[in-house]
């Protein structure tokens, strides 16, 4: 079983920053690939970005130079920097993992709201 809880979301005006952060339970966190997913009120939940154990990472096309995912072991924690905000990326962000080996699952945190508005 492998725990996610996101933190980090507010309100922000456009062109703002802000960083998300999801904690993970699980030893052998390292070895998950981790992805950030976001869900605006009434449309379907989309992939923006993801990293795998090896560091490698992955943008949707409408973050692409403005976000950043990045992950520190050491901790178990997964981060998204969020740059030059536009009110379009207002959402719910939810941290997901597959797990691996034993832990193998389909895991998600409970979501944190970003919300981008003068």
């Known amino acids: 079983q492998v725990q996610l809880v996101e933190s980090g979301g507010g309100l922000v005006q456009p062109g703002g920053s802000l960083r998300l952060s999801c904690a993970a339970t699980?030893?052998?966190?390292?070895?998950?690939?981790m992805y950030w997913y976001r869900q605006a009120s009434g449309k379907q939940r989309e992939l923006v970005a993801h990293i795998s154990s090896g560091g490698s990472t992955r943008y949707t096309d409408s973050v692409k130079g403005r976000f950043t995912i990045s992950r520190d072991n050491a901790k178990n924690t997964v981060y998204l920097q969020m740059n030059s905000l536009k009110p379009e990326d207002t959402a719910v962000y939810y941290c997901?993992?597959?797990?691996?080996?034993?832990?193998?699952?389909?895991?998600w945190g409970q979501g944190t709201q970003v919300t981008v508005s003068s």
């Open positions: 997901h993992t597959f797990g691996i080996g034993a832990h193998t699952g389909n895991y």
């Open positions: 699980g030893r052998i966190f390292s070895e998950y690939t």
